[in-house]
């Protein structure tokens, strides 16, 4: 059984682009939330999806947004890229709509602004 | 609001010893789920092992298990007979039953050391 998998794993973009990022969760997998990590603030929550729907959002400016597919892959986009936004991201696919099942983490996408 | 707190910056321990990782929390929520997630180089977060809040019982896994104080909101791990494949960075993290909002910890880098 395939993983969560995340594309592309690493991206180097420019102040003021913006970039999408891609998570194709475990198979059946419903739930999607994603996460960034960065040495200074640790993990933070960004969003959580379940059946296309978000069902919370962390506290993150505007610039961040997300979506879910019919499939239930997931995108999150940035836009106006700030070199502050350089982080690991991390997407978790779960099988249940709830926090109490296991949340399996894609392998991340390392994004680099300059 | 709900924090998860991680003392232990850094810790290490001799190849087949035993060591506990601390972790606190905070919330005013009954329903909720702990977990201990470790990262290792490779990025990927692994679970390590969960316990639903409503258990007395400390959850078990293999080498790893857990002290679970609930009126104290304290959550240790302990690895027994610590292998040099435990190093990583150990996560605790705490989720309100119903969503995958995770609240992370700042992490605890283990090293074992051979």
């Known amino acids: 059984k395939a993983g969560v998998t995340q594309t592309p794993r690493y991206l180097i973009k420019t102040r003021g682009q913006q970039v999408t990022l891609s998570c194709s969760p475990i198979s059946g997998h419903r739930s999607v939330s994603w996460y960034q990590q960065t040495p200074g603030q640790g993990l933070q929550f960004l969003f959580e999806?379940?059946?296309?729907?978000?069902?919370n959002k962390g506290n993150f400016p505007g610039r961040f947004s997300g979506r879910q597919f019919s499939n239930s892959r997931s995108e999150m986009n940035v836009s106006t890229l700030e070199l502050g936004d350089s982080a690991l991201y991390l997407c978790?696919?779960?099988?249940?709509?709830?926090?109490?099942?296991?949340?399996?983490f894609g392998q991340g996408t390392r994004l680099t602004v300059v | 609001a709900q924090t998860v707190t991680q003392s232990q910056p850094e810790m290490s321990v001799q190849e087949a010893e035993t060591v506990t990782l601390s972790c606190t929390y905070d919330t005013s929520e009954n329903n909720y789920y702990l977990f201990w997630y470790k990262q290792p180089p490779s990025r990927q977060m692994i679970l390590v092992i969960r316990?639903?809040?409503?258990?007395?019982q400390n959850a078990t896994e293999n080498r790893f298990s857990v002290n679970f104080q609930k009126a104290a909101k304290s959550f240790s791990l302990k690895i027994s007979d610590s292998q040099l494949g435990d190093t990583a960075m150990y996560f605790c993290a705490f989720v309100h039953s119903g969503t995958y909002k995770y609240i992370f910890g700042t992490g605890t880098r283990l090293k074992v050391l051979a």
């Open positions: 978790a696919s779960s099988l249940a709509q709830g926090g109490g099942t296991e949340a399996f």
């Open positions: 316990q639903e809040a409503y258990k007395q």
């Open positions: 999806y379940f059946s296309e729907t978000q069902r």
